[in-house]
């Protein structure tokens, strides 16, 4: 082979191999937000009551405060496991595709928390400041404890999605062309 058809076919890999990559990430993207809004959609918002200026959990409980977290968990985790299934179907350029995925997920869990905590109730420890004692509020879409000196955003949860695209990724590399 000449030296000119070799670089052509080393840059339409390149370039195969970058538009891999690009829509791996916006293909995740994509699946979460509307995961974000799925998780929205799906989760009930907890009551609560203002006193002091501060906001309380009404029944107070972690069972009640850790209902989205666990919904955010059974949606990302699944979802993440099945979109990286499918890109590892296609097989040529995997360590782009592990690239793809693991960047894709984890701008999906990101992109997940921020649709779904942006579609739900706004902060109740922010409205609590200015409303009179033993009003009834919503608790807002988090993925931790509605505590005062807890960032909401701040939670091991956000790896669910990465955690389940490696899974899946890796179950089709390792059993998918040779079955069990």
Known sequence: ?????VVEQERRGAAG???RLGVL???FVAAGAGAGVVWERLWDAPGGLTYQGQWYLEPAGPDVSFEGVALFVLIAFPLGLVLAALA???RGHEVVTLVGVLAGASLA???MYAVGSALGPADPQALAAAAP???????????TAPDL???P???TALVAFPAGAMAGLVGTYLLGSRGL
């Open 133 to 143: 004692d033993y009003t009834p509020l919503s608790g807002s879409l988090a993925l």
């Open 17 to 19: 191999a970058l538009g």
């Open 25 to 27: 990430v916006a293909v």
């Open 149 to 151: 000196d807890r960032e």
């Open 1 to 5: 082979m000449s030296d000119q058809v």
């Open 153 to 155: 955003w701040l939670s």
């Open 88 to 90: 590892g179907l296609r």
């Open 109 to 111: 869990s990101v992109v």
